[in-house]
């Protein structure tokens, strides 16, 4: 891991340095995020679990999926399913998945590329590893994401974004001892590939042994760090962040992660995904595939998901 990266970090475009005025967000909470299944059965982590969705507003939910080495025959992934008033974005550090949809989107997605869903009034859609796979097993992580759309916008046409790998923006510190990756949204003065409705940063960076990333940070938007692996600090304050947790950020202008010096020989560097947008602030209704903002907007989502006005599955169906 990761499947986007370069031999030496130095040839690299830098980062806009800090001002000296910028203040570092300090860090308000740290959780664990608790193992499961999704879909046919592949492990998962629920990263934004027991945290306020205050906290994570503009986002609902977003699972780390494996890291998992599969045996011949093992790979899994999900039937078809709707949704209905957000968008997903699935992000394959490695492995391979096949996107399929009701609107003709669809194709593979590995190594670093980034599919980009916006459900909006309605999409029926479908991830699975593709057969080869299946037969042979493999390496499979990546993570899931669901961005919440305003009231506004639950009910826009649907599309779908495929970014591939070589579309990701490439960045590197000061010091050249870390790898940052924007995949959507802005950065400073960079602007990632992805586009969305919702205001959105969304960075993957690697930090080697003993470096540290002083990343500029909107300051209308929250800020939260996933660690993919390894092990750092987040902060000024250097609080411990491990595999599987989550960091929150809060009030200021840069959000200060740093590496552990020793890592362990797996994982070998400091892998965190970073991410923040600016707050939607409506209520939340969700259940299940659909985000909406009443129980009345779920139950009209249920009644035309089972009438059929929220897509066919196409004849070419994968």
Do not use: C
Not at 172 to 179: K, L
């Amino acid at each position: 891991m990761p499947a986007v990266s370069v031999d030496n970090p130095l040839e690299l475009p830098r980062l806009v340095a800090a001002k000296p005025d910028d203040r570092a967000r300090r860090v308000k909470s740290i959780t664990t995020a608790p193992r499961g299944l999704e879909g046919e059965g592949f492990p998962v982590r629920r990263a934004f679990a027991g945290i306020d969705l205050a906290e994570l507003d503009p986002f609902i939910h977003m699972d780390q999926m494996g890291e998992i080495d599969y045996g011949p025959g093992e790979p899994k992934g999900t039937p078809w399913h709707p949704h209905r008033g957000f968008e997903t974005v699935t992000y394959m550090i490695e492995g391979t998945f096949l996107h399929q949809d009701s609107i003709g989107g669809g194709g593979m997605i590995q190594n670093g590329a980034t599919q980009w869903m916006t459900a909006g009034a309605g999409i029926l859609h479908i991830e699975r590893p593709p057969d080869a796979l299946i037969d042979s097993g493999g390496l499979f992580h990546g993570i899931q994401l669901w961005v919440n759309l305003p009231s506004k916008l639950k009910m826009t046409s649907p599309r779908y974004q495929d970014i591939g790998s070589n579309a990701v923006t490439l960045l590197t510190n000061e010091n050249g001892d870390a790898i940052i990756r924007v995949i959507a949204g802005s950065l400073g003065d960079v602007q990632g590939p992805g586009s969305t409705h919702t205001p959105i940063t969304l960075v993957h960076a690697t930090l080697l042994p003993g470096g540290q990333l002083v990343l500029p940070w909107n300051r209308e938007y929250n800020a939260l760090t996933y660690v993919l692996s390894g092990r750092g600090t987040a902060g000024l304050e250097r609080d411990a962040l491990e595999e599987g947790q989550m960091a929150v950020h809060v009030d200021g202008d840069v959000v200060v992660l740093s590496a552990n010096e020793t890592q362990d020989s797996r994982t070998e560097a400091f892998e965190v995904l970073i991410l923040g947008g600016e707050p939607i602030r409506e209520p939340v209704a969700a259940y299940g595939p659909f985000v909406m903002n009443t129980r009345a907007e779920l139950q009209q989502a249920f009644e035309d998901y089972q009438a059929g006005r929220l897509g066919q599955i196409p004849a070419d169906h994968i």
